[in-house]
């Protein structure tokens, strides 16, 4: 979440204090923010304590910035689709981008620039994870994401990219809480509950997800929308009492009493 809800708003207005004599530094300090008088145009100003874009982002820009913004708008990457997060904003970012700003109600113009970072500073907590979503809850398996078939920072960003589709899912199935009853696995943790020898939980990049007020079909298909590329549910063997979604490369969609 945003740690200082008024710094756009005071950085916006900065100018406007300086002009009057007021003094901007002492009323708003935010880390990581161009002084006044330096900022780009259309500054996006505020900070959060997550991570803080300093300028528009749009297509042909690239760096950390980017890569930042696009795990941000993985789970809006059209249907079948996953976008990549490699710190490059092509056509397929701006889509999404543009996706991500219909679905809050935001000129979908597909540049990222303050309506945009303010949007998402409102659904991210401190730790990057999006505010419906936790780490704690997308791994039941340890502590310190180790042991699993990646680094245990590898399987940790996975994670992370995974909570943000999960979030883009929510909103589009109208806000309602989704449940997630696990998500990594450690090898050990992956072998005590009988899963795949290559699951992807080893990853980082599956979650498990209980009925919840949707139904485990509802969530199969929504699924599909939000940059799934593995999607198990019903009539799958061993998946009639839970939907796995998951991320990483190529697809396999399986829930046969879902029509999938
Ligand atoms: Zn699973």
Not at 194 to 201: D, F, I, L, T, V
């Amino acid at each position: 979440m945003r740690s200082r809800p008024i710094g756009f708003l005071l950085s916006t207005l900065a100018g406007a204090a300086l002009a009057f004599g007021g003094t901007a530094a002492a009323s708003a300090t935010p880390p990581a923010t161009p002084a006044p008088g330096s900022a780009p145009a259309g500054n996006i100003g505020t900070a959060d304590a997550c991570y803080t874009w300093s300028g528009t982002l749009q297509e042909g820009s690239s760096g950390e910035a980017v890569r930042q913004l696009q795990i941000r708008v993985a789970g809006y990457p059209g249907t079948g689709n996953q976008i990549a997060i490699d710190g490059v904003f092509g056509p397929a970012t701006k889509a999404a981008v543009q996706r991500f700003q219909a679905a809050y109600g935001l000129a979908a113009d597909g540049i990222a620039g303050a309506q945009t970072f303010s949007k998402i500073y409102e659904l991210q907590d401190d730790d990057c994870t999006p505010v419906n979503f936790t780490y704690a809850e997308l791994n039941r398996c340890n502590s310190d994401w180790s042991g699993g078939k990646v680094s245990a920072a590898t399987a940790r960003a996975n994670a992370l990219v995974t909570m943000w589709k999960l979030q883009a899912m929510r909103h589009a199935m109208g806000d309602r809480p989704i449940t997630v009853n696990g998500g990594f696995r450690s090898v050990s943790c992956n072998s005590a509950v009988g899963g795949a020898a290559n699951s992807r939980h080893l990853y980082g990049h599956a979650a498990d997800l209980g009925a919840g007020s949707q139904g485990f079909c509802a969530l199969a298909q929504a699924a599909r929308n939000h940059g799934f590329t593995e999607i198990l549910g019903p009539g799958y063997p061993g998946h009639n009492d839970h939907t796995h979604v998951a991320g990483g490369s190529g697809r396999f969609w399986s829930a046969p009493s879902c029509g999938i």
